[in-house]
């Protein structure tokens, strides 16, 4: 009897198949495999398609010319029809020494072998075909007819949406505890349940994942910033413990009483908020997930008084911790440092100029974005505190162009050398700074002779 594979269509772009025919035509197997096969069977936009052969990478930069030998692993890049692929040797690992990473890697023939490597089940299913014997009529065309190879029941397994590792799941987390991570993040970003005995050994095994390096953990926290609701990822690795060991800083929110939501801790609020995110704004996803991690370490003061102060500083080396990029974290530091602003409608046209000054015209509308999460995850509709009105107003100030950094200014660091014979350094910039501030309150001084005239005046106040 056919099994649920036999009606499965795979259908990858026109270059993959120009890469998979290339390869049987220079006598080697081809298939798809991994995630693309994956997501392909889920009917979701498959990314990457990534291929595997028998061919040795030296035999893949002779098959492809212009190739690139990507790492040790024996990945190969290959561009075709204006987009770039990977092809990979088929290998089989060897002695798990460390729980990061495979520590000795062989090439193999088999692609069953390459599969019984790969992580969870659904991702060890592949569609291609061996090499093909070739015909002894050059005018039979040996081009095979690709299957899919399924020897760990995937396919099952993407149709009850269930993940479950390959072979015994203590193990496989033993050799590489990434493992664990990529399981949460699979789980939130495809909806998919962890099968009981996977999901337990995650629960036992989860202090090994403190030996992977901060590099790859970031990766998955990355991906998993991306799904629809990371917060079914994020309360997989606070049940499992994961939490404790990669995030211990948000681990702490667990438990800490909030009066937002009846019945509800802070880690609630925060999960919520995240959620409440739209799903192509990671930078301020992230900055969700840390805008209140202050709260624990100021529950006394006042309560939670200053939290976005400590917070700022311990998203700061969280972030540094786990090696997320510069500007990233420079941006989410920032949100949440400012995430507490409080609007009030007396503010004056100079009040709004000041705001957009403080949250700096780049972050400004991340920042509005985290505070109708902010208001979502508390319960509140995402408009509350008239946020509605102060955008308005930010907007209509932004539109009117009003000066508001000093590349705007009317004078600029050179004049105030010439005309004032100040010296460059640190105390011009003071000066600058303080012109700014006088434009900011009243946009009509922003005129060379009146910002000289205020300059000169500053430094016999100095004086
Ligand atoms: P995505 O769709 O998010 O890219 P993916 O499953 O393709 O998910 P990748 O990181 O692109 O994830 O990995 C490609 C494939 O390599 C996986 O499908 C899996 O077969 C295998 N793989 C990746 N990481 C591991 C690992 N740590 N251990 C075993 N196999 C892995
Ligand atoms: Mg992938």
């Given at each position: ?21 290339r390869l ?6 081809a ?25 040795r990478?030296?035999?893949?930069l ?69 090499a ?11 081009r ?10 995937g396919?099952?397994?993407?149709h ?9 799941p203590a ?10 991570v ?17 999901y ?11 030996h ?38 948000l681990a ?36 969700a ?18 939290h ?25 530091v ?6 507490m602003f ?5 503010w004056g ?51 009117s ?25 640190p ?19 922003n ?17």
């Amino acid at each position: 009897m056919p099994g649920p594979e036999a009606r499965i269509e795979i259908h990858p772009p026109a270059s993959v198949i120009a890469l998979m025919d290339r390869l049987w035509a220079h006598g080697h197997a081809a298939y798809v495999v991994g995630g693309s096969v994956r997501d392909a069977i889920l009917g979701r936009p498959a990314e990457d398609w990534d291929l595997a052969t028998d061919a040795r990478p030296d035999r893949l930069l002779a098959v492809f010319p212009g190739a690139v030998y990507e790492n040790r692993f024996g990945t190969v890049a290959v561009r075709e029809g204006g987009e770039g692929h990977e092809v990979t040797t088929f290998r089989t690992d060897h002695d798990y020494a460390d729980f990061r990473r495979p520590h000795r890697v062989e090439f193999g023939d088999d692609v069953v072998l390459d599969l019984a490597r790969r992580d969870f089940t659904v991702n060890a299913i592949a569609w291609g075909a061996p090499a093909p014997v070739p015909s002894a009529d050059p005018a039979v065309e040996s081009r095979p007819a690709p299957v899919l190879v399924d020897p760990f029941d995937g396919v099952a397994d993407v149709h009850d949406r269930r993940l479950r590792a390959v072979g015994e799941p203590a193990a496989r987390f033993w050799e590489d505890a990434l493992r664990m991570v990529r399981a949460v993040r699979l789980a939130a970003v495809l909806e998919f349940q962890i099968d009981p005995p996977t999901y337990a050994a995650i629960r036992d095994n989860a202090a090994l994942a403190g030996h992977v390096s901060a590099e790859r953990i970031t990766s998955e926290l990355e991906k998993l910033l991306f799904a629809a609701h990371p917060s079914l990822g994020l309360r997989l690795m606070s049940d499992a413990g994961l939490l404790d060991v990669l995030l211990p800083e948000l681990a702490a929110e667990r438990g800490i009483a909030q009066n937002k939501i009846e019945g509800e801790d802070l880690w609630d609020h925060t999960l919520r908020t995240l959620d409440a995110v739209p799903a192509d704004r990671p930078v301020v996803r992230l900055a969700a997930l840390l805008h209140d991690v202050g709260k624990p370490t100021t529950v006394d003061d006042g309560p939670f008084r200053g939290h976005e102060t400590a917070g700022a500083e311990i998203a700061r080396r969280l972030l540094e911790r786990l090696r997320f990029p510069k500007l990233a974290t420079e941006r989410v530091v920032h949100l949440v440092r400012s995430h507490m602003f409080a609007y009030e409608p007396e503010w004056g046209a100079a009040g709004i100029r000041r705001f957009i000054q403080r949250t700096r015209i780049d972050s400004i509308d991340d920042l509005f974005t985290l505070r109708e999460a902010d208001n979502v995850g508390s319960g509140l509709p995402a408009d509350a505190d008239l946020l509605g009105d102060l955008r308005a107003r930010v907007a209509a100030e932004l539109a009117s162009s009003v000066v508001l950094d000093r590349s705007r200014l009317a004078v600029h660091g050179d004049d105030l050398i010439a005309e004032l014979g100040l010296p460059a350094g640190p105390h011009l910039g003071g000066i600058l700074d303080d012109l700014l501030e006088r434009v900011i309150a009243d946009p009509t001084l922003n005129d060379r002779a009146t910002l000289l005239l205020l300059a000169e005046s500053m430094l016999t106040e100095d004086r």
